[in-house]
């Protein structure tokens, strides 16, 4: 997530004359395919391994055939879709994954919109002890949400389950028949309807209906975290991401009515239009830990390719332009974090323009960027843009307690911006643009009674000095991590982590465990001066 700025002013220049290249190539049909083969030929002569966008082939459109779901929804193989052939066999790595089958439709009843929903949730007990309930995250219950989760009906085993609300109904304990033991799995049938605000002006408004766009954002009951401590409750304030999730795989059939755009994190595999004006998407998920759901009428869209990701911008037809611009901020990111941190796995990457109050929002395989900045432009625009892509690394396939360790995935992130810079411009733009966008936050309150420990949860700062301390403090020690250990070892370092969490949970003790391997250094009291004091 970026936190929204009040001043936009970067003083950066060499920016200006950059033109946008028109993310689609038209030939003559006759043409196409030879000159294709010829370029491919050439350029894998010559050992190229990715393809110039302007001879790249236009994206497979979207599937229309009759959607056909899977017998086997709770088996990995089926997720394959989803991901690059390269990176297919990383279904397997999820260990005792969570499925989710999600069959949703969404009406309007007057303005509102609501959902009605089915859910066949497929859990697998993973800790070394029975468990008599399984709790769910109800998140739009939240009340900065602005709206309701109200269940129809809960079974387990086909028996009605008696449901435990906690934390403010943002969590239901499900009562379970008998203990669920170790390494035993169950099925949870849900059905339930979610009221979605209409124009909700608290917190980031990412579960939200304003201007013609729907904001679908943890609509569902998520599976909790069990720990050793037991079930992670925790819930953060309006200022903080919600999210703490294990890697799990989702089906998601969605009916809308037609006409309506669907974006989702994973890949459309089928689209169906129905006899009562109604259009159904079928999407699955590679391995991830959320799943994010847009609908609109309004939005356009253009794409291109990156190696064989297909990266997709939606935005409103008055801001095509900004729409291209950031459509190859996008593919910039998604270059340097693959060269710097390790390959992005999923076949489709998606950038949305939406009407939030933060300046951008992260899921897994979809990142939202707010309106106001696709009227402004600028380069806190590009900042955002590369802030979010980054979060696909950091947060979307390693993962973290985002309520509890905020600054784990949020300053590493902001950090990793750096790489942004250096690989589409030079060193000196990079450590300008860090300067202006991160490091001066943290000085400004630097030495003052504001400057805290960045190893807290997200409720222990006021929403100012969250900004200041996470996103500002705990990015400059990882960029004073770098200078102390060198390039070439600290880019190990955040590779072996990303090797060594991937579709995990990971922990500061992690990271930290990581970087003393790699460097051959003891950390502990560079860690404490920046991270714990």
Not at 83 to 97: C, K, N, Q, Y
Not at 259 to 279: A, H, L, Q
Not at 358 to 373: K, R, S, T, V, W
């Given at each position: 997530m970026v936190i929204k700025r009040e001043s936009n002013a970067l003083e950066l220049r060499g920016s200006e004359d950059r033109g946008i290249i028109s993310p689609v190539f038209t030939m003559k049909r006759r043409w196409k395919l030879p000159l294709f083969v010829l370029m491919t030929l050439l350029l894998l002569a010559?050992?190229?391994?990715?393809?110039?966008?302007?001879?790249?082939?236009?994206?497979?459109p979207t599937p229309t055939?009759?959607?056909?779901?899977?017998?086997?929804?709770?088996?990995?193989?089926?997720?394959?879709?989803?991901?690059?052939?390269?990176?297919?066999?990383?279904?397997?790595?999820?260990?005792?994954?969570?499925?989710?089958y999600i069959r949703a439709r969404v009406d309007w009843v007057g303005e509102a919109p609501q959902v009605s929903a089915s859910q066949i949730t497929h859990y697998t007990n993973k800790a070394n002890e029975p468990l008599d309930r399984l709790y769910f995250r109800l998140l739009p219950n939240k009340p900065s949400y602005g709206s309701t989760l109200a269940f129809q009906r809960v079974t387990v085993q086909g028996e009605e389950a008696e449901l435990e609300y906690e934390v403010e109904n943002t969590a239901v304990g499900v009562i379970l028949p008998r203990p669920l033991q170790p390494d035993q799995s169950v099925e949870v049938h849900?059905?339930?309807?979610?009221?979605?605000?209409?124009?909700?002006?608290?917190?980031?408004?990412t579960f939200n209906y304003q201007d013609g766009v729907l904001l679908l954002s943890n609509f569902y009951p998520m599976v909790a975290v069990y720990e050793a401590k037991g079930w992670n409750l925790s819930l953060a304030p309006d200022y903080g991401d919600p999210v703490y999730a294990e890697t799990s795989f989702f089906t998601v059939e969605?009916?809308?009515?037609?006409?309506?755009?669907?974006?989702?994190?994973?890949?459309?595999?089928?689209?169906?239009?129905?006899?009562?004006?109604?259009?159904?998407?079928?999407?699955?998920?590679?391995?991830?830990?959320?799943?994010?759901?847009?609908?609109?009428?309004?939005?356009?869209?253009?794409?291109?390719?990156?190696?064989?990701?297909?990266?997709?911008?939606?935005?409103?037809?008055?801001?095509?332009?900004?729409?291209?611009?950031?459509?190859?901020y996008a593919r910039n990111g998604l270059r340097a974090y693959q060269q710097n941190f390790g390959p992005y796995p999923f076949a489709e990457f998606d950038v949305v323009e939406v009407p939030i109050y933060?300046?951008?929002?992260?899921?897994?395989?979809?990142?939202?960027?707010?309106?106001?900045?696709y009227d402004q432009g600028g380069e806190y625009f590009e900042f955002i843009a590369a802030h979010e892509v980054a979060h696909q690394w950091w947060y979307s396939v390693v993962g973290n307690d985002q309520v509890n360790e905020p600054w784990l995935d949020e300053s590493l992130t902001n950090f990793s911006t750096v790489y942004y810079y250096e690989h589409t411009y030079d060193r000196a733009r990079a450590d300008l643009a860090f300067q202006n966008f991160v490091a001066r936050r943290y000085e400004q309150i630097k030495g003052t009674n504001h400057d805290q420990p960045v190893a807290q949860p997200v409720f222990a700062f006021t929403p100012q000095d969250y900004g200041t301390v996470v996103y500002g403090k705990g990015a400059v020690f990882f960029y004073e991590l770098r200078k102390k250990l060198g390039d070439g070892i600290f880019l190990e370092v955040l590779r072996t982590y990303y090797r060594d969490r991937k579709y995990q949970l990971a922990t500061p003790e992690d990271f930290l465990r990581i970087a003393e391997g790699v460097s051959g250094q003891e950390l502990d009291d560079f860690y404490a001066r920046w991270i714990l004091e």
């Open positions: 010559m050992g190229c391994q990715e393809l110039p966008v302007l001879f790249r082939p236009a994206p497979t055939a009759t959607p056909v779901l899977s017998p086997e929804w709770q088996d990995v193989d089926t997720y394959r879709a989803a991901m690059l052939p390269t990176f297919a066999d990383d279904v397997v790595l999820v260990e005792s994954p969570t499925f989710y849900m059905e339930y309807q979610v009221t979605v605000p209409v124009g909700n002006a608290q917190g980031y408004g969605l009916t809308v009515p037609q006409g309506m755009v669907v974006v989702t994190s994973g890949s459309t595999t089928t689209k169906r239009n129905n006899s009562d004006g109604t259009t159904t998407w079928t999407c699955l998920s590679g391995p991830m830990r959320d799943f994010m759901v847009v609908v609109s009428d309004r939005l356009e869209s253009s794409s291109l390719a990156v190696g064989y990701i297909r990266v997709n911008s939606y935005y409103l037809p008055e801001h095509k332009k900004a729409g291209e611009e950031v459509l190859h933060a300046g951008g929002m992260e899921y897994p395989g979809l990142i939202l960027i707010g309106q106001q900045y």
